[in-house]
């Protein structure tokens, strides 16, 4: 199992930028899924991004291509979501994700607001 802890949210004004970070530790595979997921208030888990870990490949939602990247330190087991051109929409918290074979670990989850 991968255990992960995520950083890095805040508040940030619309038009503005974080970058979150996920370290991840445990066993890793090669057909490790790195991610990232949001949860507004009142409303449902849903996907932002994510990358296969030893490929590199990248998919994103359609509401944060163009503004956000995801990207990933082998060296640190570090996966990032640089997040540009903030929306008050984006305002949720941020759950990194590890997928290996169907099976799923969550981190604790970062806050993220943006202001109007």
């Known amino acids: 199992q991968v255990q992960l802890v995520e950083s890095g949210g805040g508040l940030v004004q619309a038009g503005g930028s974080l970058r979150l970070s996920c370290d991840a530790s445990g066993r890793t595979f090669s057909n490790l899924v790195m991610g990232w997921f949001r949860q507004a208030p009142g409303k449902e888990r849903e996907f932002v991004a994510r990358m296969r870990w030893y490929i590199g490949s990248a998919t994103y939602a359609d509401s944060v291509k163009g503004r956000f990247t995801i990207s990933r330190d082998n060296a640190k087991n570090t996966v990032y979501l640089q997040m540009n051109s903030l929306k008050p929409e984006d305002t949720a918290v941020y759950y990194c994700?590890?997928?290996?074979?169907?099976?799923?670990?969550w981190g604790q989850g970062t806050q993220v607001t943006v202001s109007s």
């Open positions: 994700n590890a997928e290996v074979g169907g099976v799923s670990s």
